[in-house]
Nanobody, 124 residues
């Protein structure tokens, strides 16, 4: 069982930055692929970014590439999402997710555990 707790969401203005954190209870944190997804009102949950287990390879959705950066600190069992140049369309609930697998990282069904989500609101 892995518990994920997100933090760092809030209300910001367009162009601002925000850093989300996700603390995991997993004892072998480095063995988990970690990802961020988001869900805006009336829309389906969508992939944002992932950092692959062991290799540390990173992948991003086209909509956030160049603006968002995912990272992890295995010593702290924490994954981060640094969000820069925020836009109003980034407004959503952001979820942290953990998967024991490395494939199909963009597919929400691949993930075994989810956090409760943290709200990010970007005003224009």
């Amino acid at each position: 069982q892995v518990q994920l707790v997100e933090s760092g969401g809030g209300l910001v203005q367009a162009g601002d930055s925000l850093r989300l954190s996700c603390a995991a209870s997993a004892s072998t944190f480095e063995s988990w692929t970690m990802a961020w997804f988001r869900q805006a009102p009336g829309k389906e949950r969508e992939f944002v970014a992932t950092i692959i287990r062991n290799s540390g390879q990173k992948y991003y959705a086209d909509s956030v590439k160049g603006r968002f950066t995912i990272s992890r600190d295995n010593a702290k069992n924490t994954v981060y999402l640094q969000m820069n140049s925020l836009k109003s369309e980034d407004t959503a609930v952001y979820y942290c997710a953990a998967s024991y697998y490395s494939g199909n990282y963009y597919y929400s069904g691949q993930y075994n555990y989810w956090g409760q989500g943290t709200q990010v609101t970007v005003s224009s």
